[in-house]
């Protein structure tokens, strides 16, 4: 069982990645579950995903990197008790910190070697955020296995190979791709970096 935790700031399109990813793996004939912790702005709650006919269970109001943590926990244990997944895939908050998120899949007895994190970045706000939570964002990203710069399609010219150089210069070593959620642009790209 392999799970992906979906890291990233507010907005920036782990919803729209995890709807992808999910059609992906289960066209694949890879039995997916969805554990999906929104912030309750926009974007898709468990209801909608179970419509589309996905094994969905939406977190309550609050952060499962703190404290939902216990929540996170017994979710885990119940999905693999009653859906047994080949693949898991978290959305946290856009405020969680992924890597926490990742030592709380651990604790649920899944293959350390088996959980990933995907940094997702949001090109079109990306200078606005390193100005002002460059922090917290270099923490967002930097226990990512790779980051995905996404909206792609609304990048200026020259902008990806910017915030690219930019990544690779504070993450050395990082597999960084530029991809559109939306358009599928690249989307190719990002299918064969997954398991
Ligand atoms: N143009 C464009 N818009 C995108 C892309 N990916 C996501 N969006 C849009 O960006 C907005 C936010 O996307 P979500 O997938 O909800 O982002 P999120 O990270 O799940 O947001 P929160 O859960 O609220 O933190 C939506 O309006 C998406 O349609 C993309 O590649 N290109
Ligand atoms: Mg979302």
Not at 74 to 103: C, F, Q
Not at 113 to 121: C, E, P, T, Y
Not at 122 to 133: A, E, N, S
């Amino acid at each position: 069982m392999y799970v992906y935790i979906l890291g990233g700031f507010l907005g920036s399109g782990k919803t729209t990645l995890l709807m992808k990813l999910a059609s992906m793996y289960t066209k694949r004939g890879e039995k997916t579950a969805l554990l999906v912790n929104e912030s309750g702005e926009i974007g898709v709650d468990g209801a909608t995903l179970k419509a589309q006919g996905y094994d969905a269970i939406e977190l309550p109001n609050g952060c499962i990197c703190c404290s939902l943590s216990g929540t996170l926990q017994s979710a885990l244990k119940n999905i693999k008790k009653d859906i047994d997944p080949d693949i898991i895939i978290i959305e946290p908050t856009g405020l969680a910190l992924p890597h926490k998120v990742r030592e709380l899949v651990k604790v649920s007895m899944i293959d350390p070697d088996d959980i990933f994190i995907i940094g997702v970045a949001d090109v079109q706000r990306f200078d606005d955020l390193v100005k002002k939570k460059e922090q917290f964002f270099k923490m967002q990203m930097s226990n990512a296995d790779f980051i995905l710069i996404n909206k792609k399609d609304l990048a200026r010219p020259g902008q990806i190979e910017e915030v690219t150089g930019w990544l690779n210069k504070e993450f050395p070593g990082k597999p960084v791709e530029a991809i559109s959620a939306k358009t599928d642009e690249n989307i190719d790209k990002l299918y064969e970096m997954m398991r």
